[in-house]
């Protein structure tokens, strides 16, 4: 066993790089808050992979919301490189609200980050963006809460995808 798979279940994000034709998605499990004022993302990045040029080019990225129904477009940016693979997605591409790379229409949540730090850790590079944006569905935070039932997508393992119970446990008070 690989010591980072004791870390899974872990939830699946997007993330969107470049502009234009240039555009680029990829799928990441290794994206977390690690701030709240000023609200900053971090994300880790291989540097073998084209998201990373575009995110070090641009200094921007953003980081889009997956559902269940998006689960064959994730497996597509996930085990595919380069931009050429999105003409076998159905992503619908928007104009983000403050940044120049574009949100995904149809992802459940988008948030724009502007690339605040970057470190090399090991065999990766942690980007952190300070959020300067973002646009989500209704349907999927009513009342500033999660509705699980639009099943967001979690990494189970390699080739396995879950999403969250529709039951919410609460610790006794």
Known sequence: MKPYRLFYPMRTYLIVSGRREETNVMAADWVTVVSFRPLMVGVAISPERYTWGLVKKYGEFVVSVPSLDMLDDVW??????????????????????????????NALANV???VVDERAYGDHTWFVGEVVGSSYSREAFPDDVSNLEVKFLAHASWSDFVTFDERVYRPRR
């Open 76 to 105: 597509i940016v996930g085990t595919r490189h380069g931009p050429e693979k999105l003409k076998e997605t159905s992503f619908e591409f928007v104009p983000s609200k403050v940044i120049e790379t574009p949100s995904i229409g």
């Open 112 to 114: 724009e980050c502007r």
